[in-house]
């Protein structure tokens, strides 16, 4: 593995504990706190710019000597436990884990896909991924910045690949069981079937609000008409039986 470039951040003791850290946070420092195995915790607070530049190089994976104020050596430390603002998405505290640089530590690494997966280039499926992080263990210095997981194999629906199956450098040891699945290909969502439009009612045959309110009326039946002496002729039939 390439040796990493050393990152240094700079910080002073913080006095301003609680609610009143948000005075801080107007004026671009942001609140933090240095803690780890045998350390004494200590509030801290650096420059939020500062912060961000250092975090986007180093993410959670890597170690930043942070220099704080008064001290003559600099804390060899990782980035942990960032809290971010819902709205601005902008930091609003972060843990520094002092770490002992010969003692392994557990932390999370990010999963990169590479490659390109023939079943959602000729869109047989579509590729989900399950787990974009996994655990592992090793020295500070040797944590990887990100684990690299090929998905050109995946060509059918059903197809995946696993925790097994990443390149990992022989100085990391994976936590996370290797039948873990991290990505693989689903079945493309079914398409709704569209009902065909209403047809509409021209506007002359549509009834009128009254008529509409209106109960239905029944059906007549047309009288049968009768013929003179039709009514005599039947009596006299019934009288004769």
């Known amino acids: 593995m390439a040796k990493k470039d050393e990152l240094k951040l700079t910080a002073e003791k913080r006095t301003i504990l609680g609610r009143k850290a948000k005075t801080l946070r107007r004026e671009g420092v942001l609140p933090a706190n240095i803690y780890g195995k045998k350390v004494k915790s200590l509030a801290v607070q650096t420059d939020l710019k500062s ?4 975090f986007k190089k180093t993410g959670e994976t890597s170690v930043v000597k942070l220099k704080v104020k008064g001290e003559k ?12 603002d819902p709205v601005s998405d902008q930091p609003l505290h972060a843990d520094f884990y002092q770490v002992d640089l010969k003692v392994k ?9 590479v490659g390109e997966s023939p079943a959602t280039k000729e ?18 210095t040797e944590l990887p910045d990100k684990l690299e997981l090929d998905i050109s194999s995946l060509k059918e629906v059903g197809n ?16 996370t069981p290797e039948k873990e699945i991290l990505a693989k290909i689903e079945p493309l969502a079914k398409e709704e079937v569209a009902l065909p439009p209403e047809e509409e009612v021209p506007e002359e045959e549509k009834p009128s609000e009254e008529e509409a309110k209106a109960p239905p009326e029944e059906a007549k039946t ?16 019934t009288e004769k039986k």
């Open 105 to 113: 530590v557990t932390t999370e690494v990010p999963i990169e896909l």
């Open 73 to 84: 050596t600099p804390r060899p430390v990782l980035i942990h436990n960032i809290q971010f």
């Open 51 to 54: 912060f961000l530049a250092a």
């Open 123 to 140: 869109k047989i499926g579509i590729l989900i991924q399950p787990l974009t992080d996994v655990e592992v263990e090793a020295l500070p």
């Open 160 to 175: 995946a690949v696993a925790v097994v199956d990443l390149k990992i450098p022989k100085e990391v040891k994976v936590l």
């Open 222 to 237: 047309p009288l049968k008409e009768e013929k003179p002496g039709e009514r005599e002729l039947g009596k006299e039939k």
